[in-house]
């Protein structure tokens, strides 16, 4: 049996909301629009096509895709000059003990992000887990972002797994919806606010049982 986790990568994997943040405002007072912290909240975790036309009402395809295209080229190297570590990009807390213990058990493990690809390797190359992933499905392997479940559908087939032994990791709403949509068990973290209507929600990933996995695992082929 192929079991697999299915990992979204920001602010599940690494906190990169701040570099983000700064590539976005940037690139926007470029294009002439004063972007505000609340406003880049609002719309953080949603594909570039989807959040440049709340920004700039009418703005055309061409423009959409050069301003999204500047701003991950501007995050990053953001993100490769400041580094993994203190002050840069770092995995958040159980992060790293988990993929590391679930390639030891067997478990084939991919990225499954609204991310663009670019973005996801320097990721993964700034942290230094890239080598523990067997598939990578990024924004550009889909026509449709999450609630949409084509993302974690993908990236559960590139590992030759079925949706009932695949778990998925998010942090957001509309990734624990898409993965209900797949029929696959979800883990969400989230560290403030509500709990994530997963099937196991926790704040951090360090607080996550020692079986958390083959406990969901079983439940869900169990169905």
């Given at each position: 049996?192929?079991?697999?986790?299915?990992?979204?990568?920001?602010?599940?994997?690494?906190?990169?909301?701040?570099?983000?943040?700064?590539?976005?405002?940037?690139?926007?007072?470029?294009?002439?629009?004063?972007?505000?912290?609340?406003?880049?909240?609002?719309?953080?975790?949603?594909?570039?096509?989807?959040?440049?036309?709340?920004?700039?009402?009418?703005?055309?395809?061409?423009?959409?895709?050069?301003?999204?295209?500047?701003?991950?080229?501007?995050?990053?190297?953001?993100?490769?000059?400041?580094?993994?570590?203190?002050?840069?990009?770092?995995?958040?807390?159980?992060?790293?003990?988990?993929?590391?213990?679930?390639?030891?058990?067997?478990?084939?493990?991919?990225?499954?992000?609204?991310?663009?690809?670019?973005?996801?390797?320097?990721?993964?190359?700034?942290?230094?887990?890239?080598?523990?992933?067997?598939?990578?499905?990024?924004?550009?392997?889909?026509?449709?972002?999450?609630?949409?479940?084509q993302v974690f559908l993908t990236a559960a087939a590139r590992l030759g797994s079925p949706p009932a032994h695949s778990i998925?990791?998010?942090?957001?709403?509309?990734?624990?919806?898409?993965?209900?949509?797949?029929?696959?068990?979800?883990?969400?973290?989230?560290?403030?606010?509500?709990?994530?209507?997963?099937?196991?929600?926790?704040?951090?990933?360090?607080?996550?049982?020692?079986?958390?996995?083959?406990?969901?695992?079983?439940?869900?082929?169990?169905?």
């Amino acid at each position: 049996m192929t079991k697999s986790v299915l990992w979204d990568l920001d602010g599940t994997l690494v906190d990169s909301e701040q570099f983000h943040w700064l590539a976005w405002r940037d690139s926007m007072a470029a294009a002439g629009v004063s972007l505000s912290h609340e406003q880049f909240l609002k719309t953080f975790g949603l594909r570039n096509d989807a959040i440049v036309p709340q920004w700039i009402p009418g703005a055309t395809p061409e423009r959409i895709d050069e301003i999204a295209a500047g701003k991950e080229r501007l995050y990053r190297r953001l993100i490769r000059e400041a580094g993994s570590g203190a002050g840069g990009l770092a995995p958040l807390p159980g992060a790293r003990e988990w993929i590391e213990r679930l390639a030891l058990d067997g478990w084939r493990q991919a990225i499954a992000s609204s991310a663009p690809r670019e973005n996801v390797a320097a990721v993964l190359a700034v942290i230094g887990l890239a080598s523990f992933f067997q598939a990578l499905v990024a924004a550009e392997d889909v026509t449709a972002g999450k609630p949409d479940p084509q993302v974690f559908l993908t990236a559960a087939a590139r590992l030759g797994s079925p949706p009932a032994h695949s778990i998925v990791v998010e942090d957001a709403p509309a990734g624990i919806e898409a993965a209900r949509r797949a029929g696959m068990a979800s883990i969400g973290v989230r560290l403030a606010g509500p709990p994530l209507a997963a099937n196991l929600a926790v704040s951090s990933l360090a607080d996550l049982p020692p079986d958390a996995f083959s406990s969901l695992l079983r439940s869900n082929t169990a169905l």
